[in-house]
Nanobody, 112 residues
Framework: QVQLVESGGGLVQAGGSLRLSCAAS????????MGWFRQTPGKQRELVAT???????KYADSVKGRFTISRDNAKKTVYLQMNSLKPEDTGVYYC??????WGQGTQVTVSS
């Protein structure tokens, strides 16, 4: 089993920044293929940023240039630095591993 614990969500004004963290534990040897999705009411869960199995990064077009994904392999933790936040970034952000294991989600609310 793999456990994922997210933190760092909150309420911020448009133009502000937040940093999300996701710590993995359990039966996991690598944090490749680990990253972030988000979900807003009435919409499907969508990719925000992720490391792929090959070790590269992939971002949604809507966040390129504003969000940065990074990781600490020793801590088995992935981060999402979110800058220049917009109201449309509001949603529940979920951490994943291999798109199989998911965290409980952390709420991000950006006010206009």
């Amino acid at each position: 089993q793999v456990q994922l614990v997210e933190s760092g969500g909150g309420l911020v004004q448009a133009g502000g920044s937040l940093r999300l963290s996701c710590a993995a534990s359990g039966s996991i040897s690598s944090i490749n293929a680990m990253g972030w999705f988000r979900q807003t009411p009435g919409k499907q869960r969508e990719l925000v940023a992720t490391f792929t199995s090959a070790g590269s990064t992939k971002y949604a077009d809507s966040v390129k240039g504003r969000f940065t994904i990074s990781r600490d392999n020793a801590k088995k933790t992935v981060y999402l630095q979110m800058n220049s936040l917009k109201p449309e970034d509001t949603g529940v952000y979920y951490c994943h591993v291999l798109r199989v294991y998911w965290g409980q989600g952390t709420q991000v609310t950006v006010s206009s």
